[in-house]
């Protein structure tokens, strides 16, 4: 098992950052968000809130998160 962890999305924003990541809890899949807590201002410098789930789950995160919402 590797548990090596890879970003698979950025987010401007903490909202979208977290329905990804409730999506993918959701589904199975471990993921967490780093850089979460910075202010507006520090979050353009670090690049964005990252979504990182392990390097093994990658295909199977973009997957998921690239499904259209079925309850639309």
Do not use: H, P, W, Y
């Not at 959701?26 to 392990?54: M, P, Q, T, W, Y």
Request: aromatic share 4%.
């Amino acid at each position: 098992m590797n548990d090596n962890l890879v970003t698979i999305a950025t987010f401007g924003n903490v909202i979208d950052a977290q329905m990804a990541l409730g999506k993918l809890e959701n589904a199975g899949v471990k993921a967490v968000l780093f850089d979460e807590n910075v202010g507006n201002l520090f979050n353009v410098l670090v690049g964005g809130i990252k979504l990182k789930i392990r390097e093994e789950d990658k295909e199977e995160a973009i997957r998921i998160l690239n499904e259209q919402d079925e309850s639309l």
